[in-house]
DNA sequence: GTGAAAGCGCTAACAG
DNA sequence: CTGTTAGCGCTTTCAC
């Protein structure tokens, strides 16, 4: 079924009836009326290719996160498709893992299929060496680039982040106002956002003074395995490093320090605090609940997605937008002491 | 640039360009390399629209999936993607949410954009009755459908499952034979697979003679609310419903049981013993670690594309495959008792 | 081995 | 308001 065979049968041109698909307003209602029947009575849906291929354009955007069964990543992704989906386009996903190198073909797939515009989800797309992250730069020479939680100055890319610099400054602050001083930073990633936080770590302890190479801790191994940073944990106090806090940059990081916390014993929060980050559904699973930071993953897809539909529609856009992340407290954390006086 | 300008540069016709392009063995080996050195230095990609335009067909499978950011279904999202993309295909993901009506349009969306197959992902797009079905018999009329933990006979479509039923049986029976007769089978979705599972616990409990309906209970609210479940179960308890067990359809269900038994000051697994299902990551998020289902979701996903890509290929293939789960025990059950004689 | 030419199904000028 | 027609870029017979 062909927009040849419509228009026969309603007896009109193909011009027509491509109009009315179009929802051009040239059409008599008559005619219109036709051919709308012949359509839904043939159950008659256009051809994609065919019209792409003079439109040069499917309403597509590609979507390329490292992976998406990434407690945080999916959950992105799950907002950007449904936002994007309400827009009148279509995602096409692709999982590259963490490798420049899968990173570039991916990129150069989705450009093939002639995509709208690409949304890299997840800040470790950017990468420390300026040269390494050309392949971005050159992908925005053809379709729009939109970051999420990451920063790249180029043109046609556009970013949208979460403050987490100054979330875990203030987190930290506040745990150290709390009367904890010897905290450890917990972290498993020097992406983007990664360093961002750390940055927000280091520079609140700096500040109250209490910065100490030793106690920023990076965890390599499985993103999910629990039980392995747990271990990792205890193997730093067997060491000798003494901990009565640990701000994480992912709460599945934090979760494992509760564990640890229970496992030596200690009661949370009265000797023990803990943080995480990203305020997800792990952050109830624990006893006691964690208190989380929150960065408002929603509401970065809300905009980025805005930004995006904007672009493509040829506005103005802002090339970098901030939203500021929440504390959210629960139980892992005290509250500040009130001054004596 | 287009094949017309590589044609001109390797002074050619754009019937050899178009044989080296598809590997055509009728070019001799001089244009060839001729023809691919124009197309190295020119970068020249072939455009998508008119390949798909002529041969009617893109190598894209369409993806469906009701919530991407499951931690199941994500994990399965995942596998999928990868092994397809191993396939030399592409995938456009749609997440439909949980009612029909968006199911069938994201159908139809991704039908209308000629994708070579579709999945679906979870067992929530069938329905119990049989006319809610008929949106995938439909689509099945014009691309293999693959059903991942879901099961439907009908033309051309293609069922990989694991054996709920029989994991279910056989931890119930286990549960009730290290001494567990209150058992609350808690469960949160009525989809296939979910009712396989509830038929298990039937089974065993009716074998047992052990069968209450009352101890059935169901859950209605969001799936990732750890703490609402925890209350409802506290409820149940307080309306004087007893039990020492639970065995849940979900790993999240599970762990609301955990905090529960917590909350109660039951020794677990002395006093109280909880299965989980899926074995995720959270089984080892909790304390004591949850003895849960394994499905073997990577070896379903697998064999559903390996399925699907040997219909695609034109070879016939089993139109349903049963894998069995396994029980990974952690520290929420018992072992059982040893016969004292 | 290679080239010419006929589509694939649709959109958008252009003409009436 | 409606029809005619020229592409969009590629694959694939069919000749040579």
Same mark, same amino acid.
């Given at each position: 079924m062909t927009i040849y065979d419509i228009s026969e049968k309603a007896g009109v041109s193909i011009a027509t009836?491509?109009?009315v698909l179009n929802g051009s307003s040239n059409v008599s209602e008559k005619t219109r009326r036709k051919v709308l029947d012949i359509i839904e009575q043939y159950q008659y849906a256009p051809n994609a290719f065919a019209r792409g291929l003079g439109l040069n354009t499917m309403k597509t955007i590609g979507i390329l996160c490292a992976d998406s069964s990434d407690l945080y990543l999916?959950?992105?992704?799950?907002?950007? &498709?449904?936002?994007l989906?309400?827009?009148?386009?279509?995602?096409?996903?692709?999982? #590259?893992?963490? &490798?420049?190198?899968?990173?570039i073909t991916s990129m150069n797939l989705l450009i093939t299929k002639k995509v709208d515009g690409l949304i890299l989800v997840g800040s470790n797309f950017i990468y420390e060496k300026e040269s390494d992250n050309k392949y971005i730069v050159e992908a925005a020479?053809?379709?729009?680039?939109?970051?999420?939680?990451?920063?790249?100055?180029?043109?046609?890319?556009y970013s949208v982040v979460s403050d987490d610099f100054t979330s875990m400054y203030e987190a930290t602050i506040q745990m150290v106002e709390t009367g904890i001083q010897d905290i450890v930073y917990y972290y498993n990633s020097d992406s983007y956002s990664g360093k961002r936080k750390l940055a927000g770590y280091r520079a609140a302890m700096n500040e109250k003074k209490l910065l100490s190479g030793q106690r920023i801790q990076f965890y390599r191994g499985s993103r999910e395995d629990i039980p392995a940073m747990t271990e990792h944990l205890k193997r730093l106090h067997a060491q000798g490093l003494a901990f009565h806090g640990v701000i994480a940059a992912d709460d #599945?990081?934090?979760?494992?320090a509760v564990k640890y916390a229970r496992a030596m014993n200690y009661r949370i929060p009265d000797d023990f605090s803990i943080l995480g980050y990203n305020n997800s559904m792990l952050a109830e699973c624990c006893e006691p609940e964690l208190t989380s930071i929150d960065n408002k993953l929603e509401i970065l897809c809300q905009h980025l997605i805005t930004t995006l539909l904007g672009v493509l529609d040829g506005r103005e856009m802002p090339k970098k937008t901030?939203?500021?992340g929440e504390i959210v407290r629960r139980r892992t954390t005290r509250r500040i002491e009130p001054v004596v006086s």
């Amino acid at each position: 079924m062909t927009i040849y065979d419509i228009s026969e049968k309603a007896g009109v041109s193909i011009a027509t009836v491509s109009r009315v698909l179009n929802g051009s307003s040239n059409v008599s209602e008559k005619t219109r009326r036709k051919v709308l029947d012949i359509i839904e009575q043939y159950q008659y849906a256009p051809n994609a290719f065919a019209r792409g291929l003079g439109l040069n354009t499917m309403k597509t955007i590609g979507i390329l996160c490292a992976d998406s069964s990434d407690l945080y990543l999916a959950k992105a992704i799950y907002h950007v &498709e449904r936002k994007l989906q309400a827009g009148g386009y279509d995602s096409i996903l692709c999982c #590259t893992g963490y &490798e420049l190198a899968s990173k570039i073909t991916s990129m150069n797939l989705l450009i093939t299929k002639k995509v709208d515009g690409l949304i890299l989800v997840g800040s470790n797309f950017i990468y420390e060496k300026e040269s390494d992250n050309k392949y971005i730069v050159e992908a925005a020479a053809q379709v729009p680039v939109m970051l999420l939680n990451a920063d790249l100055d180029a043109p046609n890319v556009y970013s949208v982040v979460s403050d987490d610099f100054t979330s875990m400054y203030e987190a930290t602050i506040q745990m150290v106002e709390t009367g904890i001083q010897d905290i450890v930073y917990y972290y498993n990633s020097d992406s983007y956002s990664g360093k961002r936080k750390l940055a927000g770590y280091r520079a609140a302890m700096n500040e109250k003074k209490l910065l100490s190479g030793q106690r920023i801790q990076f965890y390599r191994g499985s993103r999910e395995d629990i039980p392995a940073m747990t271990e990792h944990l205890k193997r730093l106090h067997a060491q000798g490093l003494a901990f009565h806090g640990v701000i994480a940059a992912d709460d #599945t990081l934090a979760l494992a320090a509760v564990k640890y916390a229970r496992a030596m014993n200690y009661r949370i929060p009265d000797d023990f605090s803990i943080l995480g980050y990203n305020n997800s559904m792990l952050a109830e699973c624990c006893e006691p609940e964690l208190t989380s930071i929150d960065n408002k993953l929603e509401i970065l897809c809300q905009h980025l997605i805005t930004t995006l539909l904007g672009v493509l529609d040829g506005r103005e856009m802002p090339k970098k937008t901030i939203f500021s992340g929440e504390i959210v407290r629960r139980r892992t954390t005290r509250r500040i002491e009130p001054v004596v006086s």
